[in-house]
């Protein structure tokens, strides 16, 4: 079923897995990615802009779903190709991806290193929330001495997970009118989840 996508890629293929989930969810991509390096072929299967199959192939075999994920680096270098929807369902049922956390925190950011940090590295999940209700869509990014070590999108839960050295931040959200707002946040072992309340 591979062999029927495309051989040249419609976008860039430099993206990174954060770049890729980021590009795939904001499009609502139905698709397929592909790394590879010498040994290792990982395909990454999208519908509707989320990752929901995964194929791996090395020199040890192929893995499938949630075996394939866990072989993600978080280093890779991705193509990604449109592909019919009927074909990326047909797909999936082959591969299915039950736990995308892995891929969204542990593989999706390299961990920063910039400055002193008291140590440990730990994975932050922040939701994102108005009145209490969970907000989807709002574009989350942390820096630290204003750079970004980590950007995402909320999901459905209004949550996103970043894996990050213990310290100190600055989270910066945007919601879909454009409406950015700044806070500063403390992720350490006893604070690893953290709801903010957007003001209307």
């Known amino acids: 079923m591979l062999a029927k996508v495309p051989k040249e ?44 199959g995964a194929i791996c192939i090395d020199d040890k075999g192929t ?9 993600i680096q978080g280093n890779e270098t991705f193509a990604l190709w449109d592909v ?32 002193i940090k008291s140590t440990g590295i730990g994975v932050l999940s922040l939701t994102i929330t108005q009145k209490n209700v969970p907000k989807n869509g709002i574009w989350v990014s942390i820096r630290e001495e204003g750079m970004t070590v980590g950007s995402d999108i909320t999901t459905d839960t209004g949550s996103v997970s970043f894996r990050l050295m213990y310290g100190d931040y600055i989270c910066i959200v945007e919601d879909r009118a454009h409406i950015a707002s700044t806070f500063p946040l403390r992720f350490d072992r006893t604070n690893t989840r953290i709801v903010h309340d957007l003001e209307e």
């Open 84 to 115: 019919e929807a009927d074909l990326v369902r047909a797909l999936v049922m082959r591969c299915r991806i039950y736990e995308k956390a892995y891929i969204k925190t542990s593989s999706m950011y390299e961990v920063p290193n910039i400055g």
């Open 63 to 71: 893995f499938y779903g949630d075996e394939a994920t866990v072989l």
């Open 9 to 52: 890629s419609l976008y860039p293929e430099s993206m990174s897995l954060a770049e890729l989930l980021r590009f795939a969810s904001t499009r609502h991509i139905n698709g397929i990615a592909k790394a590879k390096s010498d040994n290792t072929e990982m395909y990454l299967v999208f519908f509707s802009g989320e990752p929901e």
